[in-house]
């Protein structure tokens, strides 16, 4: 019996805390409203410039046949190119304020008064900044196909020996037999190079009026043109090519209050990968440096709510003025941009009765 009694009251306890748990919640009272203190968070856009060297395939022959070494090894060199500096503002989550501003007569022009002045935020907002991908792509293709001087292909005289049955017995009697066989890298690289030579003679020719043909006005120019064209074509083929695309990336920084110095790597840069994360330590970093001004300190919503404890009975509005800093962007000991910038976190909190009455 006394288990049964024990097995009823368990159920009847069950029940009454289901039915607690499904009883809604009383609805938010009328004129509540959550609003966000301002943040400050630096966007810096950047681009480098990315130089991708491919070596001509005739490169180790540069010395021999035009006197001049070249570079025999491909290579990718970055460089930064431009930085700009974008402040958004967007509401601290950890500074969320509520507030009733109903049956109150001036406490929602007050508020509305605040927020147009960007000194609180009454809702979370976003910056929309655009995403892009790291990188142009570069095609990988033979760049120098089709640049070459004559064929791909010569002919050879081989010399080979047959034996022939004389009176005098078994004699070798040579042959001479014919074959087509692919040109060396070193015999393609000769051909080209006296194929430069020989623009250059055509050039001088030309230009010194030492040629049968006659050259006047428009195809004077358009010759020499050509001329140069074909130059610069076949020496690529020795000192190689320089292809240039730009790297385009976005950093976010946001200052955090309560430091002493405000030193932050923004991002970082490798001459072989380009621009970086600040989490990638194989770059130099690129540090962001706020300098506020002397005197300048941040407090929190609890200091500004202790600072005005006894000096008004009823509703504070709190808001955040941004203190002014010194913006510097430094690559080692050179500065790359210095502006000055409100930063909203490390300026101070400070209140106002909401339904005082604020003058125009």
């Not at 989550?93 to 001036?106: H, V």
């Amino acid at each position: 019996m006394k288990k049964i009694v024990i097995t009823i009251l368990t159920v009847l306890l069950f029940c009454g805390s289901n039915a607690m748990a499904q009883t809604p919640v009383s609805s938010t009272p009328d004129g509540l409203v959550i609003y966000s203190l301002p943040k400050t968070s630096i966007n810096l856009v950047v681009e480098a410039k990315k130089e991708t060297f491919i070596a001509g395939p005739y490169a180790q022959y540069a010395q021999k046949y035009l006197g001049t070494a070249a570079k025999t090894e491909n290579a990718v060199t970055y460089s930064m190119s431009s930085i700009q500096f974008h402040p958004y503002i967007e509401a601290d989550p950890s500074s969320r304020i509520a507030i009733n501003l109903s049956g109150k007569k001036n406490a929602t022009a007050n508020f509305l008064q605040f927020c147009s002045q960007g000194l609180i935020i009454a809702s979370d907002s976003y910056t929309g900044k655009p995403e892009a991908w790291r990188f142009p792509s570069i095609a990988t293709g033979d760049q120098f196909a089709g640049k070459g001087v004559g064929g791909n292909l010569t002919s050879t005289t081989t010399t080979l020996y047959k034996s022939v049955m004389t009176e005098s017995g078994f004699q070798r009697v040579p042959v001479e037999q014919k074959q087509v066989v692919e040109k060396s890298t070193e015999k393609k690289a000769e051909e080209v190079a006296a194929s430069i030579f020989n623009l250059r003679r055509k050039r001088t020719e030309i230009i010194t009026g030492d040629t049968d043909a006659i050259f006047n006005g428009e195809a004077l120019g358009a010759a020499i043109e050509e001329i140069n064209r074909l130059e610069q074509e076949y020496l690529s083929l020795f000192f190689g090519i320089t292809e240039t695309s730009i790297q385009k990336m976005s950093f976010d920084v946001v200052p955090q209050a309560g430091n002493d110095k405000h030193i932050y790597v923004a991002f970082r840069i490798s001459e072989t990968q380009g621009l970086l994360p600040a989490s990638n330590i194989s770059g130099r970093p690129i540090i962001l440096e706020l300098i506020l001004d002397e005197g300048a300190k941040s407090t929190t919503v609890q200091q500004a709510a202790a600072a005005s404890a006894g000096r008004s009975k009823g509703q504070m509005i709190y808001y955040r003025v941004p203190a002014t800093v010194i913006a510097r962007i430094l690559d080692g000991q050179q500065t790359l941009l210095q502006t000055r910038v409100p930063v909203y976190q490390l300026g101070a909190v400070h209140s106002f009765p909401i339904e005082t009455l604020i003058s125009n």
